[in-house]
């Protein structure tokens, strides 16, 4: 299970990969997005958590109506996170690897069954 140093790391990997995201999907970065919600006071914290920055994004649908592949990864990264859900293998169930949710938090399968995984979505 997850200690609360690896979930903070990871978060930090998923708001790296949310900027990232906004950055080349919609040209804005993760802080112009956050502070265009403090002004509409949507999101009502200086120096918000990450837990508040993931629920004002699903509540915001900031990521909610674009259909490139990684937004939609992203999308449910989130999702899963806030319904706890998160880290786990989508085949077998086993906890993935944190070094592999600070590479990409947006993996659903283990190294075990990734490989099997791929395959199936290449056929």
Request: net charge neutral; charged share 25%.
């Amino acid at each position: 299970m997850m200690n609360v140093a690896d979930v903070t790391r990871v978060k930090q990997a998923m708001l790296q990969r949310v900027d990232l995201t906004l950055r080349e999907q919609f040209h804005q970065s993760l802080t112009e997005v956050l502070t265009e919600l403090r002004i509409r006071n949507v999101l009502t914290e200086k120096n918000p958590t990450p837990e508040n920055v993931f629920e004002v994004l699903l509540q915001t649908h900031v990521l909610g109506y674009a259909s490139d592949s990684k937004v939609l990864n992203l999308r449910d990264a989130l999702e899963r996170f806030t319904h706890g859900s998160f880290g786990s293998c989508s085949r077998c169930g086993r906890e993935l690897p944190i070094e592999l949710l600070e590479k990409d938090p947006t993996a659903t399968t283990c190294p075990t069954c990734r490989p099997a995984w791929l395959k199936e979505r290449h056929h």
